[in-house]
Protein backbone atom coordinates (compact mmCIF):
# COMPACT_ATOMS: atom_id res chain seq x y z
CA UNK A 1 0.00 0.00 0.00
CA UNK A 2 1.22 3.56 -1.01
CA UNK A 3 0.13 6.36 0.34
CA UNK A 4 0.39 9.61 -1.15
CA UNK A 5 -0.36 13.49 -1.10
CA UNK A 6 0.75 16.14 -3.45
CA UNK A 7 1.50 19.13 -1.13
CA UNK A 8 1.97 21.64 -3.71
CA UNK A 9 2.40 21.91 -7.51
CA UNK A 10 2.79 24.36 -10.51
CA UNK A 11 5.14 26.74 -11.43
CA UNK A 12 5.73 28.36 -8.21
CA UNK A 13 6.26 25.46 -6.09
CA UNK A 14 6.45 21.73 -5.86
CA UNK A 15 6.23 19.21 -3.24
CA UNK A 16 4.98 15.24 -2.67
CA UNK A 17 4.47 13.30 0.28
CA UNK A 18 4.86 9.16 -0.52
CA UNK A 19 4.50 6.48 2.15
CA UNK A 20 4.44 2.72 3.10
CA UNK A 21 3.68 1.19 6.04
CA UNK A 22 7.36 1.44 7.00
CA UNK A 23 9.01 4.66 5.09
CA UNK A 24 7.74 8.16 4.18
CA UNK A 25 9.81 10.65 2.06
CA UNK A 26 9.66 14.16 0.06
CA UNK A 27 9.91 14.50 -2.97
CA UNK A 28 11.25 17.82 -3.84
CA UNK A 29 10.66 20.94 -1.69
CA UNK A 30 10.37 23.86 -3.91
CA UNK A 31 8.33 26.00 -1.45
CA UNK A 32 8.65 27.17 1.91
CA UNK A 33 9.02 24.98 5.07
CA UNK A 34 6.74 26.75 6.58
CA UNK A 35 4.59 25.77 3.97
CA UNK A 36 5.58 22.25 3.80
CA UNK A 37 5.30 21.84 7.51
CA UNK A 38 1.67 22.93 7.46
CA UNK A 39 0.95 20.84 4.57
CA UNK A 40 2.08 18.11 6.14
CA UNK A 41 0.00 18.55 9.65
CA UNK A 42 -3.47 19.06 7.02
CA UNK A 43 -2.85 15.16 6.05
CA UNK A 44 -2.11 14.55 9.81
CA UNK A 45 1.97 13.75 9.21
CA UNK A 46 4.63 15.20 11.16
CA UNK A 47 7.90 15.88 9.35
CA UNK A 48 9.86 14.04 12.15
CA UNK A 49 8.43 10.80 10.62
CA UNK A 50 10.35 10.97 6.88
CA UNK A 51 12.88 9.41 6.24
CA UNK A 52 14.30 11.81 3.71
CA UNK A 53 13.95 14.37 0.49
CA UNK A 54 14.44 12.80 -3.23
CA UNK A 55 15.12 15.69 -5.28
CA UNK A 56 14.31 15.78 -9.32
CA UNK A 57 16.58 18.65 -10.10
CA UNK A 58 18.19 21.99 -8.92
CA UNK A 59 15.33 24.53 -10.06
CA UNK A 60 14.13 26.49 -7.39
CA UNK A 61 10.46 25.29 -7.62
CA UNK A 62 11.82 22.36 -6.49
CA UNK A 63 14.64 22.55 -4.13
CA UNK A 64 13.50 26.47 -2.26
CA UNK A 65 12.68 24.38 1.76
CA UNK A 66 15.25 21.43 0.85
CA UNK A 67 17.70 22.68 3.29
CA UNK A 68 15.16 24.20 5.50
CA UNK A 69 13.15 20.99 5.99
CA UNK A 70 16.07 18.49 5.79
CA UNK A 71 17.99 20.51 8.52
CA UNK A 72 14.67 21.00 10.87
CA UNK A 73 14.46 17.10 10.61
CA UNK A 74 18.09 16.29 10.47
CA UNK A 75 16.75 14.54 7.09
CA UNK A 76 19.54 12.53 4.42
CA UNK A 77 18.76 14.53 0.99
CA UNK A 78 19.13 12.31 -2.60
CA UNK A 79 20.07 13.63 -5.70
CA UNK A 80 21.64 12.97 -8.59
CA UNK A 81 25.77 14.17 -8.86
CA UNK A 82 24.87 17.21 -11.53
CA UNK A 83 22.02 18.25 -9.44
CA UNK A 84 24.39 18.39 -5.94
CA UNK A 85 26.72 19.95 -8.64
CA UNK A 86 24.11 22.96 -9.11
CA UNK A 87 21.69 22.45 -5.71
CA UNK A 88 24.66 22.89 -2.90
CA UNK A 89 25.10 26.00 -3.08
CA UNK A 90 21.44 27.26 -3.13
CA UNK A 91 20.27 25.18 -0.12
CA UNK A 92 22.50 25.84 2.76
CA UNK A 93 24.59 23.72 4.54
CA UNK A 94 23.93 19.95 4.82
CA UNK A 95 26.15 17.91 6.63
CA UNK A 96 28.34 15.54 4.29
CA UNK A 97 27.45 12.38 5.33
CA UNK A 98 23.60 13.49 4.57
CA UNK A 99 24.19 13.84 1.15
CA UNK A 100 23.31 10.90 -0.94
CA UNK A 101 24.11 10.58 -4.67
CA UNK A 102 21.63 8.57 -6.78
CA UNK A 103 22.25 7.47 -10.24
CA UNK A 104 19.54 6.66 -12.64
CA UNK A 105 17.84 3.54 -13.09
CA UNK A 106 19.76 2.32 -9.48
CA UNK A 107 16.93 1.21 -6.76
CA UNK A 108 17.00 2.84 -3.40
CA UNK A 109 14.94 1.46 -0.68
CA UNK A 110 13.54 2.10 2.83
CA UNK A 111 11.81 -0.17 4.63
CA UNK A 112 9.34 -1.98 2.11
CA UNK A 113 9.07 1.33 0.23
CA UNK A 114 11.03 0.69 -3.43
CA UNK A 115 12.13 3.69 -5.35
CA UNK A 116 13.74 3.98 -9.27
CA UNK A 117 14.93 7.26 -10.53
CA UNK A 118 15.14 7.75 -13.84
CA UNK A 119 16.49 10.28 -16.83
CA UNK A 120 14.50 12.88 -18.02
CA UNK A 121 14.87 15.57 -20.56
CA UNK A 122 14.85 19.06 -19.22
CA UNK A 123 17.17 22.47 -19.15
CA UNK A 124 18.89 21.60 -15.80
CA UNK A 125 22.14 19.42 -15.15
CA UNK A 126 21.29 15.80 -14.44
CA UNK A 127 17.17 15.50 -14.07
CA UNK A 128 15.34 12.43 -12.67
CA UNK A 129 11.72 11.66 -12.60
CA UNK A 130 10.51 8.60 -9.76
CA UNK A 131 8.68 5.50 -9.46
CA UNK A 132 8.13 4.38 -5.98
CA UNK A 133 6.72 0.75 -5.33
CA UNK A 134 5.12 -1.57 -2.93
CA UNK A 135 4.34 -5.16 -3.39
CA UNK A 136 2.77 -4.60 -6.95
CA UNK A 137 2.04 -1.10 -6.31
CA UNK A 138 2.79 1.22 -8.23
CA UNK A 139 3.11 5.24 -8.23
CA UNK A 140 4.84 6.90 -11.11
CA UNK A 141 5.78 11.11 -10.58
CA UNK A 142 6.94 12.55 -14.03
CA UNK A 143 7.18 16.13 -14.38
CA UNK A 144 9.89 18.30 -15.95
CA UNK A 145 10.29 16.99 -18.84
CA UNK A 146 10.11 18.55 -22.99
CA UNK A 147 9.25 14.93 -24.34
CA UNK A 148 8.52 11.59 -23.01
CA UNK A 149 11.28 9.26 -24.60
CA UNK A 150 10.17 5.66 -25.02
CA UNK A 151 12.40 4.41 -22.72
CA UNK A 152 10.54 6.56 -19.87
CA UNK A 153 7.29 4.62 -21.61
CA UNK A 154 8.99 1.67 -20.64
CA UNK A 155 9.81 2.35 -17.21
CA UNK A 156 6.84 3.69 -16.05
CA UNK A 157 4.07 1.29 -18.22
CA UNK A 158 1.35 -0.26 -15.50
CA UNK A 159 1.68 1.78 -12.88
CA UNK A 160 -1.34 2.08 -10.50
CA UNK A 161 -1.41 6.44 -10.81
CA UNK A 162 0.63 8.63 -12.71
CA UNK A 163 1.31 12.59 -11.28
CA UNK A 164 1.69 13.59 -14.68
CA UNK A 165 3.24 17.35 -15.94
CA UNK A 166 0.45 19.44 -18.00
CA UNK A 167 2.15 22.50 -17.84
CA UNK A 168 0.90 24.62 -20.39
CA UNK A 169 -1.75 25.29 -22.84
CA UNK A 170 0.39 25.64 -26.18
CA UNK A 171 -1.69 28.51 -27.74
CA UNK A 172 -1.77 30.37 -24.34
CA UNK A 173 1.77 30.20 -24.51
CA UNK A 174 2.39 30.91 -28.22
CA UNK A 175 0.27 34.44 -27.63
CA UNK A 176 1.03 35.28 -24.05
CA UNK A 177 3.73 38.11 -22.85
CA UNK A 178 6.85 35.78 -22.62
CA UNK A 179 9.34 36.75 -24.64
CA UNK A 180 10.52 34.34 -27.44
CA UNK A 181 13.17 32.75 -26.02
CA UNK A 182 11.36 31.61 -22.63
CA UNK A 183 8.30 29.98 -24.72
CA UNK A 184 11.16 28.27 -27.28
CA UNK A 185 12.60 26.75 -24.03
CA UNK A 186 9.34 25.66 -22.33
CA UNK A 187 8.04 24.36 -25.56
CA UNK A 188 11.83 22.49 -26.44
CA UNK A 189 12.69 18.95 -26.04
CA UNK A 190 14.39 20.06 -22.93
CA UNK A 191 11.12 22.25 -21.86
CA UNK A 192 7.60 21.08 -20.15
CA UNK A 193 4.66 18.97 -21.47
CA UNK A 194 1.75 20.94 -22.64
CA UNK A 195 -1.88 19.21 -21.76
CA UNK A 196 -1.86 18.06 -25.63
CA UNK A 197 1.32 16.51 -24.66
CA UNK A 198 0.33 14.84 -21.26
CA UNK A 199 -2.77 13.51 -23.17
CA UNK A 200 -0.39 11.49 -25.47
CA UNK A 201 1.88 9.97 -23.03
CA UNK A 202 -1.26 8.60 -21.59
CA UNK A 203 -3.09 7.33 -24.64
CA UNK A 204 0.55 5.50 -25.17
CA UNK A 205 0.41 3.99 -21.43
CA UNK A 206 -3.32 3.34 -21.71
CA UNK A 207 -4.32 -0.33 -20.83
CA UNK A 208 -7.26 -2.14 -19.50
CA UNK A 209 -6.59 -1.05 -15.55
CA UNK A 210 -8.41 2.32 -13.89
CA UNK A 211 -5.76 4.37 -13.42
CA UNK A 212 -5.93 7.68 -11.52
CA UNK A 213 -3.68 10.72 -13.27
CA UNK A 214 -3.08 14.07 -11.46
CA UNK A 215 -2.16 16.19 -13.63
CA UNK A 216 0.47 18.70 -12.26
CA UNK A 217 3.13 21.49 -12.73
CA UNK A 218 0.49 23.72 -14.19
CA UNK A 219 1.68 26.95 -15.56
CA UNK A 220 0.18 29.89 -13.97
CA UNK A 221 0.86 32.28 -16.30
CA UNK A 222 -0.02 29.32 -19.73
CA UNK A 223 -2.66 27.02 -18.40
CA UNK A 224 -5.66 26.62 -15.84
CA UNK A 225 -6.99 23.52 -14.28
CA UNK A 226 -9.78 23.56 -16.04
CA UNK A 227 -8.35 23.37 -19.50
CA UNK A 228 -5.69 21.43 -18.74
CA UNK A 229 -8.34 18.61 -17.91
CA UNK A 230 -10.57 19.39 -20.75
CA UNK A 231 -7.45 18.94 -23.19
CA UNK A 232 -6.11 15.20 -21.81
CA UNK A 233 -9.86 13.90 -21.94
CA UNK A 234 -10.05 15.40 -25.04
CA UNK A 235 -7.48 13.31 -26.23
CA UNK A 236 -8.51 10.43 -24.40
CA UNK A 237 -11.82 10.51 -25.95
CA UNK A 238 -10.71 11.01 -29.52
CA UNK A 239 -8.31 7.66 -28.74
CA UNK A 240 -11.75 6.06 -26.80
CA UNK A 241 -9.82 5.21 -23.84
CA UNK A 242 -11.81 5.20 -20.73
CA UNK A 243 -9.87 4.13 -18.09
CA UNK A 244 -8.26 7.12 -16.42
CA UNK A 245 -9.58 9.35 -13.91
CA UNK A 246 -8.47 12.74 -13.68
CA UNK A 247 -7.85 14.63 -10.59
CA UNK A 248 -6.77 17.91 -9.82
CA UNK A 249 -3.83 19.20 -8.13
CA UNK A 250 -2.94 22.83 -6.05
CA UNK A 251 -0.65 25.83 -5.65
CA UNK A 252 -0.95 26.46 -1.83
CA UNK A 253 -2.82 23.24 -0.17
CA UNK A 254 -2.28 19.40 -0.48
CA UNK A 255 -4.27 17.30 -2.09
CA UNK A 256 -6.63 14.81 0.18
CA UNK A 257 -4.26 11.90 1.04
CA UNK A 258 -4.72 9.28 -1.14
CA UNK A 259 -3.79 5.39 -1.10
CA UNK A 260 -2.93 2.71 -3.51
CA UNK A 261 -2.80 -0.85 -3.25
CA UNK A 262 -6.62 -1.24 -2.25
CA UNK A 263 -9.65 -1.79 -4.30
CA UNK A 264 -10.45 2.11 -4.27
CA UNK A 265 -8.75 5.35 -3.07
CA UNK A 266 -9.76 7.12 -0.19
CA UNK A 267 -10.94 9.99 -2.61
CA UNK A 268 -12.30 9.42 -6.32
Not at 145 to 158: A, H, K, N, P, T
Amino acid sequence: MIRFSILASGSSGNCIYVSTEQSSVLLDAGVSGKQIQSALEEIAVSGSDLDAILVTHEHQDHIKGVGVVARKFALPVYATEGTWSEMDSQIGQIPLERKRIVAAEEILEFGDLKIQPFRISHDSKEPIGFCFFQGDTKLTVLTDLGFVSDRILEIIQDSNAYILEANHDTEMLRVGPYPWSLKRRILGDKGHLSNQSAGEALVELANNQLTDVYLAHLSQDNNTPELAEITVQSVLQQNRIETYRLHKTYRNRPTTLQVLGQAESLQK
